[in-house]
């Protein structure tokens, strides 16, 4: 059985420093959660530690992406030379264990004009897709800025992972304050806010049109389908106010890829099964801030319907959505 995993983070200390040294207004907190335990470390090793996580987990393949936020916070001379050196150091990474490590690219989303050039010169590296967040500043990811990136991620055929990342200011004064500062900022993500604001991100391009513009186009989900999926029977009667000519959970059947994120819950497996069907379904263990051990990940294996929807999970869908054959 080969495995690929494709939600495994990494980060660059030089980006770190920008993101720390960022104005207020831009600091985004959740920059912490690296800084607990081991992660820091952790994220940091694109070499001899992270192969021998990978070793003991039975894992063959790594997708290495940034960590949360990405370069999204930074301003756009920054971000353009930040997303353009983390490119360049993945690709390195790659290119130093060909058939441990494949990438997904950054792209400097606060500097929308400047996107598709650098998502060009990814491909151009190798990197298999992207991933991005909902929001860079107050851009949404479905402003009409970023059409132009959606067209060339369709014509390049480069999947977009769609991250959680920490909620606008506006909805975390309104939603997710008064517990004190470390339940404030859990609940504003890892504990709800990150996986409604994912959701929400997914069903605005959807609403938006994107994929009735760009149809060869595929998203990226990550923790099962954030709250998108478990909640398609209401988010379809969107699509008839919105006059979509196809129902919200059509488009997610056609336009959608789901992981796991390391959640290895074998109810929230069978209700993405219910929705997506198995060619849909994408390993991955959310390093390092999951580390499901071989056992976790072999006990979850056995509760496939089928030997061809396992291997789907394991690697085929990988395979063939991101082009890795090793
Ligand atoms: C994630 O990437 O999903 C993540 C983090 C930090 C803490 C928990 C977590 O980036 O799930
Ligand atoms: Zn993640």
Do not use: K
């Amino acid at each position: 059985m080969t495995l690929i995993a494709i939600e495994e983070h990494w980060i660059m200390p030089e980006l770190t420093a920008a993101l720390r040294a960022a104005p207020p207004e831009r600091r985004d907190e959740s920059l912490a959660f690296n800084d607990l335990g081991d992660h820091q470390q952790r994220l940091q090793d694109l070499g001899a530690g992270r192969l021998a996580t990978m070793d003991t987990q039975g894992i063959d393949v790594a997708v290495l992406a940034l960590t949360p936020p990405g370069t999204q916070p930074l301003d756009p001379e920054q971000a353009i030379r930040l997303s353009r050196a983390a490119n360049d150091l993945a690709a390195a990474t790659v290119a130093t264990h060909p058939s441990r490590f494949r990438a997904l690219s950054t792209l400097p989303m606060s500097a929308p004009g400047a996107v598709v050039a650098e998502l060009e010169r990814a491909a151009g590296l190798g990197h298999v897709g992207t991933m991005v967040y909902g929001r860079s500043g107050e851009l949404l990811l479905d402003d009409p800025a970023y059409d132009d990136f959606f067209a060339a991620c369709a014509r390049l055929g480069q999947p977009v992972f769609l991250h959680p990342q920490l909620p606008s200011a506006a909805v975390r004064d309104a939603s997710y304050r008064g517990f004190g500062p470390l339940t404030d900022l859990g609940l504003a993500t890892f504990g709800w806010g990150w996986h409604l604001d994912a959701a929400t991100a997914a069903l605005r391009l959807i609403l938006r049109g994107t994929f009735d513009r760009h149809p060869d186009l595929q998203i990226v989900l990550g923790h099962w389908g954030e709250m998108l999926l478990f909640w398609l029977d209401r988010a379809d009667s969107l699509s008839r106010v919105a006059g979509l000519p196809r129902s919200i959970s059509d488009y997610v059947r056609s336009h959608f890829h789901i992981t796991a994120s390391g959640m290895l819950n074998p109810a929230l497996l069978h209700h993405t099964l219910s929705v997506t069907g198995p060619d849909r379904l994408l390993f991955s263990t959310d390093y390092p801030f999951q580390h499901p051990s071989r056992d976790d990940i072999t006990g979850f294996l056995t509760h496939f319907p089928s030997d061809a929807a396992r291997h789907a999970f394991t690697s085929g869908n990988a395979a063939s959505l991101f082009g890795i054959d090793r």
